[in-house]
């Protein structure tokens, strides 16, 4: 489910702050930055508001961020919220015992982190990242949280790619989403 | 991560005075109320006995021999598991900028975007990523700095910061300043007015500095040597 509420004035700001840059990291991906929303301070509140409203009431007390850019949106969500933030990393950055979760890319695999005893048996969890494309590495990221005995309660995204279909790879979870882009 | 691309390069195991006993230094003859003020440490500047700091220093974990053996690894990460510690350590940051006119706040890549974001939002600044190459999509100025072994880069978005803008830079940790450096080189160079660079931690090596690059230096706490529980 998106959240692209015509109603929320807020999205369309949002929407219209993000940049679309052309042939990047390599031709044919129309690369969606969200550094220009970051540039306008109110567009940024108001993304990070949309997040807060709908987790507040939740029971939510981890805030799992993918790198690096779910850093960026994840931590203002987690301590909004009252909740814990746990950075989900690259391989090798985490210096204590972590826990591992290998994933699929389109050419290759790569793999996430967490750190043992981020999270404990029964947390409400939530994912955070800046886009889902095709759902591989939020799938990574659930399945570190649920190893860990965590409820993964919903994941959110400023931006969907529905063309990729990563909201089929989620098995179920929810998923929850600011604007689409096509 | 390679070893060699890492800021935290203090070796060994040496006696350091606890942030407390550094509350000791402004017996040393001060040149009037400026020069107190540009003290770097948190606790020397406004901060004295605050119980905050100390919890924030409590919250660190030292993880030894990471990434190389020598080296005592300061991982925020246990901080930002203690929502109220992580919470106290944004508002010192807030409290401290939010009246000073700062238009931006740039934030080192990785753990720079994990506190920089929540004080940017609530003083009403941008937020700026420093990266490193390749990461940013768009045309990019790119700023090399030399590390313990070799060489890395920082990158910044071109028009990301306006001439004539006052810039806060964060960091989670200062040890060279390398990193910091090329920073405020890459603000200067389009024009920006780098106020202040805030890092959680800092080691010995910036102590007696007091500024980098001719820029102030602000810090939360000093690195604990090892942690006392399991």
Same mark, same amino acid.
């Given at each position: 489910?998106?959240?692209?509420?015509?109603?929320?004035?807020?999205?369309?700001?949002?929407?219209?702050?993000?940049?679309?840059?052309?042939?990047?990291?390599?031709?044919?991906?129309?690369?969606?930055?969200?550094?220009?929303?970051?540039?306008?301070?109110?567009?940024?509140?108001?993304?990070?508001?949309l997040?807060?409203?709908?987790?507040k009431?939740?029971?939510?007390?981890?805030?799992?961020?993918?790198?690096?850019?779910?850093f960026?949106?994840?931590?203002?969500?987690?301590?909004?919220?009252?909740?814990?933030?746990?950075?989900?990393?690259?391989?090798?950055k985490?210096?204590?015992d972590?826990i591992?979760?290998?994933?699929?890319?389109?050419?290759?695999?790569?793999?996430?982190?967490?750190?043992?005893?981020?999270?404990?048996s029964?947390?409400?969890?939530?994912?955070?990242?800046?886009?889902?494309?095709?759902?591989?590495?939020?799938?990574?990221?659930m399945?570190l949280?649920?190893?860990?005995?965590?409820?993964?309660v919903?994941?959110?995204?400023?931006? *969907?790619?529905?063309?990729?279909k990563?909201? *089929?790879?989620?098995?179920?979870?929810?998923?929850?989403?600011?604007?689409?882009?096509? | 991560? %390679?070893?060699?691309?890492?800021?935290?390069?203090? &070796?060994? &195991?040496?006696?350091?005075?606890?942030?407390?006993?550094?509350?000791?230094?402004?017996?040393?003859?001060?040149?009037?109320?400026?020069?107190?003020?540009?003290?770097?440490?948190?606790?020397?500047?406004?901060?004295?006995?605050?119980? $905050?700091?100390?919890?924030?220093?409590?919250?660190?974990?030292?993880?030894?021999?990471?990434?190389?053996?020598?080296?005592?690894?300061?991982?925020?990460?246990?901080?930002?598991?203690?929502?109220?510690?992580?919470?106290?350590?944004v508002?010192?940051f807030?409290?401290? #900028? $939010?009246?000073?006119?700062?238009?931006?706040?740039?934030?080192i890549?990785?753990?720079?975007?994990?506190f920089?974001?929540?004080?940017?939002?609530a &003083?009403? +600044?941008?937020?700026?990523p420093?990266?490193?190459?390749?990461?940013?999509?768009?045309?990019?100025?790119?700023?090399p #700095?030399?590390?313990?072994?070799?060489?890395?880069?920082?990158?910044?978005?071109?028009?990301?910061?306006?001439p004539?803008?006052?810039?806060v830079?964060?960091?989670d940790?200062?040890?060279?300043?390398?990193?910091?450096?090329?920073?405020?080189?890459?603000i200067?160079?389009?024009?920006?007015?780098v106020?202040?660079? +805030?890092c959680?931690?800092?080691?010995? %090596?910036?102590?007696?500095?007091?500024?980098?690059?001719?820029?102030?230096? #602000?810090?939360?706490v000093?690195?604990?040597?090892?942690?006392?529980?399991?």
């Amino acid at each position: 489910m998106s959240a692209c509420k015509e109603d929320d004035p807020r999205i369309h700001g949002i929407k219209s702050k993000i940049r679309v840059v052309p042939d990047f990291p390599k031709t044919g991906i129309m690369f969606q930055d969200i550094t220009t929303l970051l540039l306008e301070p109110k567009s940024f509140k108001d993304t990070i508001d949309l997040f807060v409203e709908r987790y507040k009431e939740k029971n939510i007390s981890v805030v799992a961020g993918i790198e690096a850019r779910g850093f960026i949106f994840g931590s203002p969500i987690a301590l909004a919220i009252g909740a814990k933030f746990v950075p989900l990393r690259k391989p090798g950055k985490l210096p204590a015992d972590v826990i591992k979760q290998d994933y699929t890319l389109e050419y290759g695999n790569d793999c996430l982190e967490m750190h043992v005893g981020a999270v404990e048996s029964g947390e409400r969890a939530l994912v955070v990242d800046d886009l889902i494309a095709t759902g591989g590495t939020l799938c990574a990221a659930m399945s570190l949280l649920e190893r860990a005995g965590a409820e993964v309660v919903e994941c959110a995204c400023v931006i *969907e790619l529905p063309d990729l279909k990563g909201r *089929e790879r989620l098995q179920g979870k929810p998923l929850y989403v600011l604007v689409e882009s096509h | 991560m %390679e070893m060699v691309k890492t800021e935290q390069t203090v &070796i060994g &195991i040496e006696s350091r005075k606890k942030t407390q006993q550094n509350i000791e230094a402004p017996e040393r003859e001060v040149k009037g109320k400026e020069k107190k003020s540009r003290e770097m440490f948190a606790a020397e500047n406004g901060l004295k006995g605050d119980p $905050r700091l100390e919890a924030i220093s409590e919250a660190i974990r030292v993880v030894p021999h990471f990434p190389k053996p020598g080296i005592m690894f300061q991982d925020i990460t246990t901080l930002l598991l203690n929502h109220k510690t992580f919470k106290d350590t944004v508002d010192i940051f807030v409290d401290r #900028y $939010r009246d000073m006119g700062i238009s931006v706040v740039a934030g080192i890549e990785a753990r720079g975007f994990m506190f920089g974001p929540p004080i940017a939002l609530a &003083i009403g +600044a941008k937020f700026v990523p420093l990266r490193k190459p390749r990461k940013l999509p768009g045309e990019v100025i790119s700023q090399p #700095y030399v590390l313990e072994y070799g060489k890395d880069c920082l990158e910044m978005h071109v028009g990301a910061v306006q001439p004539g803008e006052r810039v806060v830079i964060i960091d989670d940790l200062v040890a060279t300043g390398g990193t910091l450096s090329a920073a405020i080189k890459l603000i200067e160079r389009v024009g920006g007015e780098v106020v202040e660079c +805030a890092c959680v931690i800092g080691l010995p %090596e910036v102590k007696g500095q007091q500024r980098l690059n001719g820029k102030p230096l #602000y810090i939360l706490v000093e690195p604990r040597l090892i942690d006392h529980c399991c």
